[in-house]
Nanobody
Framework: QVQLVESGGGLVQAGGSLRLSCAAS????????MNWFRQAPGKEREIVAT????????GYADSVKGRFTISRDNAKNTVYLQMNSLKPEDTAVYYC?????????????????WGQGTQVTVSS
């Protein structure tokens, strides 16, 4: 069992930055491919970024490429999402997610664990 707890969300002006963190419980964090998803009001949940177990492979949704950076620290059981040049359309609840299978990039398979989400609001 893995528990994921996100933090770092908040209100920011367009063009600003935020860094989200997701702390995982358990001793098998490095066994999981980690992902960030988001869900805006009235829209389906979508993947934003994904990172392999070692951190050597990374993928991003086209909408955030060049602005967001995913990283992980396996010693701290934490995955991060650095978000720069934020836009109002980035407003959403951001979720951390994990799966324990071979890394499959943005075209992910089923998710094993979800966090509770953290709200990011970008004002214009």
């Amino acid at each position: 069992q893995v528990q994921l707890v996100e933090s770092g969300g908040g209100l920011v002006q367009a063009g600003g930055s935020l860094r989200l963190s997701c702390a995982a419980s358990g001793r098998t964090f490095s066994s999981y491919v980690m992902n960030w998803f988001r869900q805006a009001p009235g829209k389906e949940r979508e993947i934003v970024a994904t990172i392999s177990r070692s951190g050597g492979r990374i993928g991003y949704a086209d909408s955030v490429k060049g602005r967001f950076t995913i990283s992980r620290d396996n010693a701290k059981n934490t995955v991060y999402l650095q978000m720069n040049s934020l836009k109002p359309e980035d407003t959403a609840v951001y979720y951390c997610a994990a799966y324990n299978r071979i890394y499959s990039g943005i075209n992910h398979g089923p998710i094993d664990y979800w966090g509770q989400g953290t709200q990011v609001t970008v004002s214009s």
